[in-house]
């Protein structure tokens, strides 16, 4: 079935640091999205991602596509202690779009 | 309602017990899913409702859980037979299509202790 992989598991970063996490499909995906967890949370809806090589930005956040659909970056500029979480991406499963699966997630740590 | 509303936020049972949990989506939002998380895990895919039909009942682990919607809006999931390994956090989400790639809005979820 449908699976993404995500990585790293585990991100530790100095305050002001940068932070990025990869998922990767061995198929092409027709759409990608990105949540983030805080802790004790529910996961929160960010972006979605749609055209071969689209960028996105959200202030210091910065989501890419790649240019085969295949896989997503999530890039974080100087992180501050409000990015601690877990950041999941999520695919479509098959082809039906109905339901997403999403990655493991990347925990990120933010040491001041 | 302003969010995906679910109770109760926690649920402590004996093993072997029933237990019901429900999901209030957002109005309007006609498609309704839920997942489970185990401490520190990531979001297993259970089941997903558009309207009050199931297309995928796939990701439910076992017979003994069930799912249904009616009125196109409040979902109950139910265990039965509760087991110690389906102690997790339970998470519903809601989005205004299935298809098309909507952004999905989670709720609080309901803490499952098992014991």
């Known amino acids: 079935g449908q699976q993404v992989m995500q990585i790293p598991q585990y991100q530790h970063v100095q305050e002001g640091e940068d932070f990025t996490t990869y998922c990767n499909s061995s198929?092409?995906?027709?759409?990608i999205q990105w949540y983030k967890q805080r802790p004790g949370g529910h996961p929160v809806f960010l972006i979605q991602?749609?055209?071969?090589?689209e960028v996105k930005k959200q202030k210091r956040l910065t989501f890419q596509f790649g240019e085969a659909k295949k896989n997503s970056s999530l890039h974080i500029t100087a992180t501050q202690t409000t990015d601690v979480g877990t950041y999941f991406c999520?695919?479509?499963?098959?082809?039906?779009?109905?339901?997403?699966?999403f990655g493991k997630g990347t925990k990120l740590s933010v040491k001041p | 309602g302003a969010g995906v509303s679910q109770s109760p936020s926690n649920k402590v049972t004996e093993k072997g017990k029933d237990v019901e949990l429900r999901c209030d989506p957002i109005?309007?939002?006609?498609?309704l899913y839920w997942y489970r998380q185990s401490l520190g895990q990531g979001l297993e895919f259970l089941i997903y409702?558009?309207?009050?039909?199931?297309?995928?009942k796939s990701g439910l682990p076992s017979d003994r859980f069930s799912a249904e919607r009616t009125g196109g809006s409040v979902s109950t999931l139910t265990i039965q037979r509760t087991q110690q390994e389906d102690s997790a956090v339970y998470l519903c989400?809601?989005?205004?299509?299935?298809?098309?790639?909507?952004?999905?809005?989670f709720g609080s979820g309901t803490r499952l202790t098992v014991v």
């Open positions: 989400a809601s989005s205004l299509l299935s298809q098309g790639g909507y952004g999905y809005t």
């Open positions: 109005s309007g939002h006609t498609a």
């Open positions: 999520a695919v479509p499963y098959g082809g039906s779009q109905g339901n997403l699966i």
């Open positions: 991602l749609v055209k071969s090589g």
């Open positions: 198929t092409t995906l027709s759409n």
């Open positions: 409702f558009q309207g009050n039909s199931a297309p995928d």
